[in-house]
């Protein structure tokens, strides 16, 4: 059974910092690309970032560049990503996913979904 727990989200101020965690299991990282999403109430869900199954090539949506970064333990299964420089506008419930695929591109990304963690950025 394929498992992806998320965690690490909660309340920061503005300019402060954030390192959300997702456990894998059920799969290999190196067969998958993996990544992070997030949404907003009443919006879309929008791509942050993704990471080549082998720890390789990221992806970020340019809102978080320079900010954000995505990073990969194959070892213990664990995918992180660390946020630095929290803006409001950051504010979301954030999820890890993973798509049957290594490269790291963010459409189609439907294969594997966890739970959210709410990340809120007050001003």
């Known amino acids: 059974e394929v498992q992806l727990q998320a965690s690490g989200g909660g309340l920061v101020q503005a300019g402060g910092s954030l390192r959300l965690s997702c456990v894998i299991s059920?799969?290999?990282?190196?067969?998958?690309?993996i990544g992070w999403f997030r949404q907003v109430p009443g919006r879309a869900r929008e791509a942050v970032s993704c990471?080549?199954?082998?720890?390789?090539?990221?992806s970020y949506t340019d809102d978080v560049k320079g900010r954000f970064t995505i990073s990969s333990d194959n070892a213990h299964n664990t995918l992180y990503l660390q946020m630095n420089s929290l803006k409001p506008e950051d504010t979301a419930v954030y999820y890890c996913a993973a798509a049957k695929r290594p490269a790291c591109y963010f459409s189609p990304f439907d294969d594997y979904w966890g739970q959210g963690t709410q990340v809120t950025v007050s001003s």
């Open positions: 059920g799969f290999t990282f190196e067969n998958h690309a």
């Open positions: 990471i080549s199954g082998s720890g390789g090539p990221t």
